[in-house]
Nanobody, 125 residues
Framework: QVQLVESGGGLVQPGGSLRLSCAASGRTFSTYAMGWFRQAPGKEREFAAHISWSGGNTYYADSVKGRFTISRDNAKNTVYLQMNSLKPEDTAVYYC??????????????????WGQGTQVTVSS
């Protein structure tokens, strides 16, 4: 069992940056691939970024590629999402999720076994 707690959300102006953190409980964190998803008001939850258990492989949605960076620190049981050049359309609740089996479909929400409660990111002037 893995429990995930996101933090770092808030209000930021367009063009600004935020770093989200997702702290995981449990001693098996380093064996899980991790993902970040987001859900904007009135829209379905969508994939943003994925990182392999070792951190050696990452994968991004086209909408965030080049602006967001996912990383992890297995010693701290934490995964991060550095978000730069934020746009109003990035406004959403951001969720981290754990993939126990290292799916080959990192953008598929059904492949993730555990989810956090989410943190709100609002990009507005």
């Amino acid at each position: 069992q893995v429990q995930l707690v996101e933090s770092g959300g808030g209000l930021v102006q367009p063009g600004g940056s935020l770093r989200l953190s997702c702290a995981a409980s449990g001693r098996t964190f380093s064996t899980y691939a991790m993902g970040w998803f987001r859900q904007a008001p009135g829209k379905e939850r969508e994939f943003a970024a994925h990182i392999s258990w070792s951190g050696g492989n990452t994968y991004y949605a086209d909408s965030v590629k080049g602006r967001f960076t996912i990383s992890r620190d297995n010693a701290k049981n934490t995964v991060y999402l550095q978000m730069n050049s934020l746009k109003p359309e990035d406004t959403a609740v951001y969720y981290c999720a754990a993939d126990q089996f290292g799916s080959r479909r990192p953008a598929d929400q059904t492949e993730y076994n555990y989810w956090g409660q989410g943190t709100q990111v609002t990009v507005s002037s």
